[in-house]
C-alpha cells in the first residue's frame, strides 16, 4: 500500500509527544520530517524578536528539538518552512501558535498539501472560510485535530444514548480546564492567538455539539479578561439546540484541572471524568449513573491516531470530505458567536479598549508605493509632486476654486487671518478646540465670544450683531461636530457691515449644504487634517477659498515670507506641508466614501439604541445637508437620567472605552486669557459644555462595539 508522506511544520511538544507516535501507528501515513523555521520565517511564526542574541538562541533551541524528533522517530529536519511545503511531501500536520494557523496553511495548500491543523483552525470565522474556499476549489482535504472526538469513549456514550439507558437528554454539560502555565507560554500572548475560548473553549463547545446537533446555536456567554495578559483566561456559554435542549460548557487557564462531561437525563446521567485528553495508554472510564452506579472501561483507544486516520479517509472520500468543511466552519462560527454575544453584552469581556476616536489608514501596501518614489527623487518638502497632487484633488472633492495646504489648521487659520490683512476684534464661539480662539490671539487680535445654539450648538446668529463694534475686522463661526452654521445670516451680516468672514471647518470635511460644498462660505475655510479627522494626513490643514489672489500671498507666508531663494517682502512663518504627510492624504482620500459610510453605520446604530432615551438629548441630523458623520455627542441631564456626563464617562473608562468632554473647557475660561481682554458670559455654551460627551466614533468602530457602549450606559 502506497503511504501518503507527511511533514511537520515546527518541533513543538504536542507533535513529539502525541501525534508522531500516533503517525507511526497508521497504515496510511508516512513520516516525512520536521521543518524548523528559518529567521525570515520565524519572525512570521513568533514575536518576532529584534534582538539578536535572542533569534539565535530560539534558532539553536528549535534546531536541538528537531534533533531530538531525528534520533527518536527519524525522518529528515528540513531547513525552513517553505523548503518542506515545496518537497515531495503530501500532508502537512501543522502545530504552530493558533495567529500563525492561517498564513501557513493558505500557504501549504497553495503548494498543493492536504492540511492537518491543530485547534483552533484559525482565530476567526472569515479566515476559517479563506481557508475552507481554497482547500476546496483545489480539492484538498483540511482537518482539525480536535483528536477526543475520536476516541472510543465517544462511540460508548453515543451508543447508551442510542440505547436509551439515560432517557431523554434534558442537559448537557463540559468543562475544561487547567492551571496558570507561566507568562511565556503563547496561549497568553494575544499576538499569537492566545485565550482560554480559542484554547481550551472549543473542546467542550465541540462536545456539546457532537451531542445536541448542527442546530445548536451559542445563547449566552462569558468571557473574564486578564489585563496583564490582554486574553480570556475562563469563561462560559450555554448552547441550545432545536429541541430545546441546553449545554453549558466551562472553562479555563487559571484553573484548578477538570476535564469532564455529564449528560442529565430524564432516567439517569452519564458522567467521563476524563474526557478530552485520555493518553493512548489509559484506561477511561465512562459512567452510567442510575439507581445503580455501572462503570464501563476503555483501553487502548489512541484519540490522535483516530484523528489521523479520519483525515486520510478526507483525502480518500470527497463525501467526507465536503463533511469536514462544513463541521470546521460550524465549529469556528460558535466561537465567533461567543465573541460577537460578549461584545453585545458589553461587561464580562473587556479584551478590546475602545477609543474616543482612531484614525483611518489606507492598506499598508498601497501607502509604501505612494511614497516609494521619493526614494528616487528626494524631493520631501517645498510644495512638491505630491503636495500639488493633493491640492489638484482635493479642490476637485471639496468643490473649491482653490487650496492651500499646511502643516497644520492651526498655522492655516492663523495665515488666513494674516493673509487677510485682520485686526482689532473677531467674533467667534467660545464652544471650540483651543486653536480656534488661540489663533486670533496669537495674531495679535482680540477674541469676542458669542453665545451658540441650543440644538445645533454652532454659533447663535441672532445674538452676533449686539457684538459688532468699530474694531470688528471678522466673524469666525465653528461648524461643530459637522454641524453647519447659519451660513446666509452670516453672510448678510458680514455684508452689512463690511466683515471678512473664516469658517472654522475642521468637522466639516465633504460636508455640503443643499448641492453646495460647505468650503465656499465666507472669505476662507479652514479644514483640520489631524490624524483624528474623517480626512487625514496625519498632521496637516488647509484653507479653501475663491479668490485666487491669496494663493500667492499664502504661498509666500507658510514660507518664511520669501520669495524665490534671496526676496523676503513680508513676514512669513514655516508652514509647509511635507510630501509623506501629502502621499497620505492621496491614499485617504481614495477610501474617504467608504470611510465615512462606515462612520454613518455606527451614528445609525447610535441612534436606534439612544434615541427616545430620557435624560439623554442627542443631536438631531440639520436639514438639507449631506453629513460626514465626524463626531456623536450626547447631552446628559442627571434629574432625567440618573447619571451625569463626568458619571458616565467614568464608568465607560472603567470598561476600557474613552468618550471624551468635548468641548470643555469653554475657551472663554482660559486661565491664560484672565485679564488679557473681557471674557463675555455664554450661559448656553457654559450649560453644554458641562453636561455634553462625544462618544467613540471612527470608520472601524463595529457595530458590535457600539451595542457594547450603548449597553454600559443604559445598565
Request: hydrophobic share 40%.
Amino acid at each position: 500500500m502506497h503511504k501518503l508522506r507527511m511533514g511537520i511544520l515546527g518541533p513543538s511538544a504536542i507533535a513529539f509527544n502525541r501525534f508522531l507516535p500516533a503517525l507511526k501507528k497508521s497504515e496510511h501515513f508516512e513520516y516525512a520530517g520536521v521543518a524548523v523555521a528559518k529567521p525570515h520565517e520565524r519572525n512570521q511564526s513568533d514575536n518576532g524578536s529584534d534582538n539578536d542574541h535572542e533569534r539565535k538562541t530560539m534558532l539553536k533551541r528549535s534546531m536541538a528539538k528537531a534533533e531530538d524528533f531525528l534520533s527518536k522517530y527519524q525522518g529528515a529536519i528540513f531547513d525552513g518552512y517553505e523548503e518542506l511545503l515545496s518537497s515531495s511531501i503530501e500532508a502537512i500536520y501543522i502545530p504552530l501558535p493558533p495567529a500563525l494557523h492561517y498564513l501557513w496553511a493558505k500557504k501549504a495548500l497553495e503548494y498543493g498539501k492536504h492540511v492537518l491543523l491543530e485547534k483552533p483552525f484559525t482565530t476567526n470565522l472569515a479566515d476559517t472560510k479563506k481557508l475552507l474556499k481554497i482547500a476546496e476549489q483545489k480539492g484538498l482535504a483540511v482537518h482539525e485535530n480536535y483528536a477526543f472526538c475520536y476516541h472510543e469513549q465517544i462511540n460508548k456514550i453515543r451508543q447508551l444514548i442510542k440505547d436509551r439507558e439515560i432517557g431523554e437528554i434534558r442537559q448537557i454539560r463540559a468543562a475544561f480546564g487547567f492551571p496558570y502555565r507561566g507568562a511565556a507560554d503563547f496561549r497568553y500572548d494575544r499576538e499569537l492567538g492566545g485565550g482560554s475560548l480559542l484554547d481550551c473553549g472549543g473542546y467542550p463547545i465541540k462536545l456539546s455539539t457532537l451531542f445536541l446537533g448542527k442546530t445548536a446555536q451559542i445563547m449566552t456567554a462569558a468571557l473574564h479578561s486578564a489585563k496583564e495578559h490582554n486574553v480570556d483566561v475562563f469563561g462560559s456559554a450555554t448552547l441550545e439546540n432545536a429541541d430545546g435542549i441546553t449545554a453549558q460548557v466551562s472553562f479555563g487557564m487559571d484553573n484548578s484541572y477538570k476535564c469532564e462531561l455529564e449528560i442529565w437525563g430524564s432516567k439517569g446521567r452519564i458522567y467521563a471524568p476524563r474526557i478530552f485528553t485520555a493518553p493512548a495508554d489509559l484506561t477511561a472510564a465512562v459512567l452510567l449513573k442510575k439507581q445503580e452506579e455501572r462503570v464501563y472501561e476503555i483501553a487502548g483507544s489512541d484519540q490522535f491516531l483516530g484523528s489521523i486516520e479520519h483525515f486520510y479517509h478526507c483525502i480518500a472520500d470527497n463525501t467526507l470530505r465536503q463533511e469536514s468543511y462544513a463541521e470546521i466552519e460550524s465549529q469556528s462560527r460558535q466561537i465567533d458567536d461567543i465573541l460577537k454575544v460578549t461584545n453585545k453584552a458589553g461587561g464580562t469581556m473587556n479584551l478590546k479598549s475602545i477609543p474616543v476616536v482612531r484614525p483611518s489608514m489606507p492598506p499598508y501596501e498601497e501607502y509604501i508605493s505612494e511614497i516609494k518614489d521619493m526614494w528616487n527623487s528626494r524631493w520631501l518638502t517645498h510644495s512638491g509632486p505630491k503636495h500639488q497632487a493633493l491640492e489638484e484633488k482635493l479642490c476637485e472633492y471639496l468643490e473649491a476654486d482653490n487650496i492651500s495646504l499646511f502643516a497644520n489648521g492651526h498655522l492655516a487659520l492663523e495665515l488666513a487671518i494674516n493673509a487677510l490683512g485682520l485686526s482689532g476684534e473677531i467674533i467667534t464661539t467660545p464652544f471650540t478646540f483651543a486653536s480656534t480662539t488661540q489663533a486670533i490671539v496669537r495674531q495679535g487680535l482680540t477674541p469676542v465670544f458669542c453665545d451658540i445654539n441650543e440644538d445645533d450648538y454652532t454659533i447663535d446668529v441672532s445674538k452676533i450683531e449686539a457684538l459688532i463694534t468699530e474694531k470688528t475686522s471678522a466673524i469666525m463661526p465653528v461648524h461643530v461636530y459637522g454641524n453647519v452654521c447659519d451660513v446666509d445670516t452670516i453672510a448678510a451680516l458680514a455684508k452689512k457691515y463690511n466683515l471678512k468672514v473664516i469658517y472654522d471647518a475642521a468637522h466639516a470635511f465633504g460636508v455640503k449644504v443643499k448641492d453646495r460644498a460647505v468650503g465656499n462660505f465666507g472669505d476662507m475655510s479652514m479644514f483640520s487634517f489631524h490624524a483624528t479627522k474623517v480626512f487625514h494626513t496625519v498632521e496637516g490643514g488647509g484653507l479653501t477659498f475663491s479668490n485666487s489672489k491669496y494663493s500667492p500671498v499664502l504661498a509666500r507666508l507658510r514660507q518664511f515670507g520669501m520669495v524665490g531663494p534671496e526676496s523676503v517682502p513680508i513676514v512669513g512663518t514655516n508652514a509647509k506641508m511635507t510630501e509623506i504627510h501629502a502621499a497620505m492624504g492621496l491614499c485617504n482620500l481614495r477610501h474617504i466614501n467608504e470611510e465615512i459610510a462606515k462612520r454613518g453605520r455606527a451614528m445609525q446604530r447610535y441612534r436606534e439604541l439612544l434615541s427616545g432615551v430620557k435624560g439623554l438629548r442627542l443631536c438631531d441630523p440639520q436639514k438639507d445637508i449631506t453629513p460626514n458623520y465626524s463626531y456623536f455627542p450626547v447631552m446628559f441631564n442627571k434629574k432625567e437620567f440618573g447619571m451625569n456626563r463626568d458619571e458616565v464617562a467614568a464608568l465607560l473608562e472603567k470598561n476600557d472605552i474613552l468618550a471624551r468632554k468635548y468641548f470643555y473647557p469653554l475657551t472663554n475660561d482660559f486661565e491664560a486669557y484672565k485679564g488679557m481682554f473681557e471674557l463675555q458670559k455664554t450661559p448656553v455654551a457654559t450649560r453644554i459644555a458641562e453636561n455634553v460627551l462625544t462618544l467613540p466614533l471612527y470608520a472601524d468602530l463595529t457595530v458590535e462595539d457600539v451595542d457594547r457602549i450603548c449597553r454600559i450606559i443604559l445598565q
